[in-house]
């Protein structure tokens, strides 16, 4: 019988990060709100919490493997965030 390995997480600092990089999701409402009815840029914006939530969560489960793709991931999530608040 093998022994069992211990769980690896992501550090502190990187969920912290990642907490931080997908604080813009809360800006749902106010984003909504500015964008016209029945456009692409409103879809975007009901679409944009669960891409940040998903993707933040990705990365912190991918960190301990394979942190290439973890930190790919907090870039974009930074650079999607940046590119909400532009819309």
Known sequence: MS???PLKRAPWWFITLMVLLALPLFS???LVNHTPEGS???VLAWLFP???????VCA????P????LA???AALLAASDVCMLLL
């Open 3 to 5: 022994p069992v390995t």
């Open 60 to 63: 912190c489960i991918c960190y």
């Open 65 to 68: 493997d394979r942190r290439e």
């Open 71 to 73: 930190w790919i991931l």
């Open 50 to 56: 669960l891409y940040a939530v998903l993707s933040a």
């Open 28 to 30: 749902l409402l106010y």
């Open 40 to 42: 692409i840029d409103r």
